[in-house]
């Protein structure tokens, strides 16, 4: 059975970005001053980003103008296509339809330099000179380091260290690009060498990495900080991925029944669904499905409550479903998910019941992506096997139910620089990690009161 690639023309990419601000029946409470408990301005944020994102950042206009600059960068590789995944529907023998999105076709092999291009654009034009971020498992690392090669601007990535040690290809695929890599926890900053004093063994997280990443930031005068997931901005540049999306499925006469992505921090969800979102806002029946580790259950068993978006409680406290933020989660494959918290905006939209959440062990989410990997013949990111998952469950139960349904995910990433985490799971050696209830409610014992 033949393949449906449904691609746009190189005019069709999107040339504004959606900002669901615009239509959401409830905004975000507002991020708070770590130190005073207030509101923050945007005289908070100068220090680390540059006023074109922090107006993003808060704004609530429907439309914002990709700049021209950008809009070329992403002609490299967009639009990306959309397939009808006719293979893997034969194999479950469904009657549903499957569709997915494909982002591994970006230089960095996944979606997020749909907004490290405009990020490290905002920043060469406020004369920035370096950037300093962190990563998990090494994509967002890697596309940031991609845009500062582009841009001219030095990047300076604090990896997650236990991602660090399983994904060398990722660290050397930033050092190709330029970035200089650094393993995190690190002796380079206060907050990492504090964390080693403790635990000379800590493997990292993404909250251990961002605190050293925004400390470097605000200590050079020279350098920003930039975030791959989480804030407003990012997720607003990641929809150009839904935007898309929704031309592709009028070419083909279809409209999606559910929507899933992966969720670790929120951009990835956000930017494929979040333009379908506006039309069930107004009335369209859609579901939205997040989905994430048992490991890391941030939606699922999480509260709502403000937190700092870091370790060391150096960032704004936010409104999110967190697990606290002194939280550390088991050295899981998909590292880009293992994050205490995710950005307000689907927090949000996950509290007013217009996204829902599941979670799934890494072993499931192996074997989905086995699966796939046989029949549509891509080998998927440990992250976007959680979306394959949700997608394979969701086709199993139209079967059981004998009722068609319109299946729709994000293929956030390719999985050819995560070989060994496929090495470990077909030679028997993962396992999955249901975080304790207890060790969930230690953590969040100790979120700030507000």
Excluded at 76 to 87: D, E, G, I, Q, T
Excluded at 405 to 423: C, P, Q, V
Aim: include cysteine.
């Amino acid at each position: 059975m033949n393949e449906t690639k449904i691609i746009l023309p190189d005019r069709d990419i999107p040339r504004q970005w959606y900002n669901i601000m615009a239509d959401m029946p409830n905004l975000p409470k507002p991020p708070l001053h770590p130190g005073t408990k207030q509101p923050i301005g945007p005289d908070d944020l100068k220090a680390i980003f540059p006023m074109s994102l922090i107006e993003q950042e808060v704004s609530t206009q429907r439309w914002i103008d990709i700049p021209e600059e950008v809009h070329k960068i992403y002609s490299l590789w967009r639009p990306s296509p959309l397939y009808r995944a006719h293979r893997l529907e034969a194999a479950l023998n469904t009657p549903a339809k499957i569709y997915y999105k494909y982002e591994g076709v970006s230089p960095a092999g996944s979606h997020k330099p749909n907004t490290s291009i405009p990020q490290a654009y905002y920043n060469k034009k406020a004369g920035v000179k370096r950037i300093a971020t962190e990563t998990g498992a090494g994509q967002w690392g890697s596309a940031l380091a991609l845009a500062g090669s582009l841009f001219g601007i030095d990047v300076t990535v604090y990896m997650v260290k236990v991602s660090f040690n399983q994904k060398p290809y990722r660290r050397i695929a930033m050092e190709t690009w330029g970035a200089t890599v650094h393993a995190s926890p690190s002796t380079i900053t206060n907050s990492g060498r504090k964390i080693l004093e403790a635990d000379p063994d800590s493997p990292g997280s993404l909250g251990i990495a961002i605190s050293e990443a925004v400390e470097d930031a605000a200590t050079h005068d020279d350098t920003n900080y930039a975030l791959g997931s989480v804030l407003n901005h990012v997720l607003l540049h990641q929809t150009v991925i839904g935007l898309e999306a929704k031309k592709q499925f009028e070419l083909a006469g279809d409209y999606p029944d559910v929507i899933i992505g992966c969720c670790g921090g929120g951009s990835n969800l956000g930017g494929v669904s979040f333009p379908f979102l506006q039309d069930k806002i107004n009335g369209k029946q859609l579901r939205v499905i997040a989905a994430e580790p048992i490991s890391c259950p941030t939606l699922t068993k999480g509260e709502f409550r403000y937190d700092f978006g870091d370790t060391a409680g150096l960032t704004p406290l936010m409104m999110m479903y967190t697990l606290g933020h002194d939280f550390m989660p088991p050295g899981i494959h998909a590292g880009g998910l293992r994050y205490h918290a995710d950005a307000p905006l689907v927090c949000q939209l996950y509290k007013d019941n217009l996204i829902e959440a599941v979670a799934f062990g890494q072993t499931a989410c192996f074997e989905a992506a086995i699966q796939f990997a046989k029949t549509e013949g891509l080998i998927p990111a440990p992250e976007s096997s959680h979306a394959i998952r949700g997608a394979i469950d969701e086709a199993l139960r139209a079967k059981e139910e004998g009722k068609e349904k319109t299946i729709f995910f994000n293929l956030s990433g390719h999985g050819y620089l995560d070989m060994t985490a496929y090495e470990d799971y077909l030679a028997g050696k993962l396992v999955d990690y249901a975080y304790p209830d207890e060790k969930i409610k230690e953590a969040l014992a100790k979120l700030p009161v507000i």
